[in-house]
């Protein structure tokens, strides 16, 4: 198969469709199509949301979709190898430059005088009254950040209001206010059995904890929504609507449904693609 943006352009000029019609018909900028058919692939798009473009377009134009995606993902492949094989080699006198005598004698020169200002000038520092305690490694941040997450899961939909205080969750914390004059609590709503309830009415609401970019797609493989969502931003959709959700870091979208935390759409740092989102999700 030829390059992934020729065939798709050949096809569409086959097809006598312009390049207006498609951004109109998918949802994707001009200026994005008009790269993908000329194989220069923008470098401010994730390649996980270039590869739902590439789907998509394939789709619309009646191709098969995965030869073309796995295409693709080819293509880039090979074009990351040639890059790497174009850098070029240190030269031989750089490296006999850092060799010379006049660059050891600098380097002993330097050393000598640091060791010296630490062991006879500084040494009073090197011997605190506290206690120094080291740095968390990278590879526990998410395992703390999954712990914090669970715990306020649990606090929000565990948390028995009283009849006199309202719950508004802030940010990282919960704020317990006064009931404020006039608001009836004594009456409470009966919750439809299983049998009455349905997809419509199951609403999905996603509340970004951090900047995340995002794609939701429908059954037809339309985007309906393409953007990068910034930090508290919320987006809702009914669970009928069958969106798939595409996200580079799972870890940052909080999933409710009917306002109840269901927990994270994935782990955090996990890129996730075509996730469909049901009644019963719990993470």
Known sequence: MEFVGKYLKKSRIARKIDIETVTKNLNISFDTIEKIEEDEFPEYL????????IRAYAKYLGLN????????????????????????????????????????????????S????YLFIKSNDLQPNYSILPDLPENFQSEIEEIEMNTALNTINNLDFSNDKFGILNSDQIILIDKPEGIE???VASLPSNNEL???NYQIRLKFLKSTWIQLRNEQDQII?????????????????????????AGNILVLINDKARGKAGKNGEVIESLIIHSDFDN
């Open 65 to 112: 979709s995965n030869e073309v995606v796995k295409q693709f993902k080819v293509q880039i492949s090979f074009t990351r190898n040639n890059v790497l094989n174009e850098i070029p080699k240190p030269l031989v006198k750089e490296y006999l430059f850092l060799m010379s005598p006049k660059t050891v004698s600098l380097f002993s020169i330097i050393f000598i």
């Open 46 to 53: 994730n390649k996980v949301y270039l590869t739902g473009h």
């Open 225 to 249: 929504l393409s953007k990068l969502m910034n930090i508290n931003d919320e987006y809702s959709y009914s669970v009928a609507d069958n969106y798939r959700l595409t996200a580079g870091n």
């Open 198 to 200: 349905s997809d419509f």
């Open 185 to 187: 609590s004594s009456a």
């Open 114 to 117: 640091v060791s010296f200002y």
